[in-house]
């Protein structure tokens, strides 16, 4: 808790609990400036992704439209539709953590977990029957698109899985330093970094024709 | 747990949910006469107006520094017009 | 305290982006890179006809990679600051720094090997060239590992003065993950993943100059700011 009255000689110290002063600005930038870093970084390349795909795709686009019609729309839809509920939890854990004390915010966290689960699970049961059907990396340069940037996005559901768990974790022991709260915000962050990559990818490799 | 629900992220998040289950119709089923390249630009359009909400109200960015605004908001643009592009200049 | 010594590895980092640029890009001529899928006549003739270049390229960057050496070992002082008595993070980005040198000598070395004896059966050159590039580029792991701790020891920095900038670690972090698409070169011949493609290739190797920029920078800021000993 706030110890205003020593809060002079904390600096003094070489104890490095004490927190940081905080730069002027800190709180115009949601979770930590370092994040966006990786944040933009990852949207940067990602875009670049799209953009090859397009451009490739224009270059053949009577064979990505007939692979395409062998794709499991139902499945990408649904994991689009299972990844905005996950970001829904996590904005409303943030929100608890920020507003209201925190209580909610473990089980929502978790529940933005399983919704990552279920996306994995969704994967598995798309990837296996394509892999049953003999449809693999090398088929055509639709499916190498396909695996390649849905199997890159996948890595970045598992490790956002693992940064709700930090968070889960962050927030079942109370959150207490404006540091923790500013993590917590980060992990979430790139949580719907994942969220919003794959409402471009859905479209972009399920849908257009 | 009401206060929680009743939050301007929530609504967002109905609107995503709406806008997802919209282009899902649009893009399955597809007549043999529907003007593709019209539907197609209509998900491009659908998914990075969705893109921004995620950035705005998800990731918070609508409190957010001005430069942070920018930035995101010149990448949704960015996506956007060259996706466009490369898709309409298909031969 | 060293400081002079640790900056001069830093700028042994330096030295080895300038010669490796000299060596493999501009006097070798492998970049780009020889085509996946260029049959074993063709790509016999490139080393034919570029024997006295490769030769010379490969020499100095054989030599430009072993320059690094230091630069890991600075890169491993300033993290050891950020960690406690048991120093893991550090020790892994020493040991994966070690075997990413490795990865990038013995491919040198087959180019100059190739070069050495340019009139071998073609096919024998196809084989070795093949190696020499799925091992440059297939070989993420070190790397990815290498930069993951660094990212990690600079994210879990709980000191009031931080030794890097946090957006470093989440650089570093970033950088790492774009070194995954490499894996990929093994399944494909043309495209942007083969190994002279946009994203399994240029992309990386892009990214992974940036990376030298941006703890050039950073380790010199570290190494200035080191509080110094009573």
Redesign the interface.
Same mark, same amino acid.
């Given at each position: 808790m706030p110890q205003s009255d020593t809060a002079p000689f904390a600096a003094l110290s070489a104890d490095t609990s004490a927190p940081p002063p905080e730069p002027p600005?800190a709180h *115009?930038? %949601?979770g930590e400036p370092g994040v =966006?870093v990786f944040v933009?970084g990852d949207?940067?390349i990602f $875009?670049l992704f799209?953009?090859v795909f397009?451009?490739y795709? $224009?270059?053949d686009?009577e064979l990505f439209t007939t692979a395409q019609a062998t794709l499991n729309?139902d499945y990408g839809?649904l994991n689009?539709?299972i990844l905005?509920f996950s970001? =829904?939890f996590?904005?409303?854990g943030v929100? *608890?953590v920020r507003e209201?004390g925190g209580r909610?915010a473990p089980p929502l966290f978790a529940l933005g977990f399983l919704c990552g689960a279920a996306f994995v699970v969704v994967k598995f049961f798309e990837y296996r029957e394509k892999l049953q059907a003999g449809i693999g990396i090398t088929t055509n340069d639709f499916f190498m698109y396909y695996y390649i940037f849905t199997g890159l996005h996948l890595i970045h559901v598992l490790i956002g899985m693992g940064v709700l768990v930090v968070l889960w974790h962050l927030a079942r022991a109370g959150v207490g330093r404006p540091q923790d709260v500013r993590l917590i915000?980060s992990g979430?962050?790139f949580w719907?970094?994942v *969220?919003?990559l794959w409402?471009?990818l859905? %479209?972009?490799l399920?849908?257009?024709? | 747990?009401k206060a929680?629900l009743w939050?301007p992220?929530?609504l967002v998040?109905l609107g995503? +949910?709406f806008a997802?289950?919209l &282009?899902?119709h649009?893009?399955?089923g597809?007549g043999a006469d529907a003007d593709?390249r019209l @539907? &197609?630009t209509m @998900?491009?359009a659908?998914?990075?107006l969705?893109?921004r909400f995620?950035?705005r109200?998800?990731?918070? +960015?609508r409190?957010? !520094?001005v430069v @942070?605004k920018r930035?995101?908001d010149a990448?949704a643009i960015?996506?956007f017009v060259?996706?466009l592009v490369?898709?309409w200049? !298909?031969? | 305290m060293n400081v002079k010594t640790q900056i001069a590895c830093v700028w042994c980092g330096l030295l080895f982006v300038v010669l490796l640029t000299l060596g493999w890009i501009v006097i070798a001529g492998l970049v780009p890179l020889p085509s996946p899928a260029l049959g074993a006549d063709e790509l016999a003739a490139f080393y034919r006809e570029n024997t006295g270049r490769i030769r010379f390229g490969t020499l100095i960057a054989m030599f430009s990679m072993s320059l690094t050496i230091p630069w890991i070992a600075v890169i491993a002082v300033q993290m050891r600051r950020t960690e406690g008595e048991f120093p893991v993070l550090t020790y892994t980005q020493l040991v994966a720094g070690a075997v990413t040198v490795a990865i990038l000598t013995v491919p040198t070395l087959m180019w100059t090997t190739v070069a050495f004896r340019p009139e071998r059966d073609p096919q024998l050159i196809l084989l070795m060239s093949d190696f020499s590039w799925l091992m440059f580029i297939m070989t993420f792991p070190p790397f990815f590992v290498q930069l993951v701790a660094i990212g990690a020891a600079i994210i879990g920095d709980k000191a009031t003065r931080p030794v890097f900038p946090r957006w470093v670690g989440y650089f570093n972090v970033w950088v790492a993950i774009l070194f995954l698409p490499g894996g990929l070169v093994t399944f494909f011949k043309s495209g942007p993943f083969a190994w002279n493609g946009l994203l399994a290739f240029w992309m990386p190797v892009t990214v992974f100059f940036l990376w030298y920029v941006v703890m050039f920078k950073a380790l010199l800021t570290a190494i200035r700011q080191t509080p110094r000993q009573a």
């Open positions: 600005h *115009d930038i %949601p =966006w933009l949207m940067m $875009g799209f953009a397009t451009y795709r $224009g270059l686009v729309q839809a689009t539709l905005l970001s =829904w996590v904005v409303m929100i *608890d209201r909610l915000e979430a962050i719907h970094m *969220d919003l409402i471009v859905f %479209p972009l399920y849908l257009i024709k | 747990m929680l939050h992220a929530t998040w995503l +949910v997802t289950g &282009s899902w649009m893009g399955t597809v593709v @539907l &197609s @998900l491009i659908v998914a990075l969705k893109v995620v950035i109200y998800f990731m918070e +960015v409190g957010a !520094a @942070l930035l995101t990448w960015g996506v060259v996706l490369l898709y200049q !298909a031969t | -």
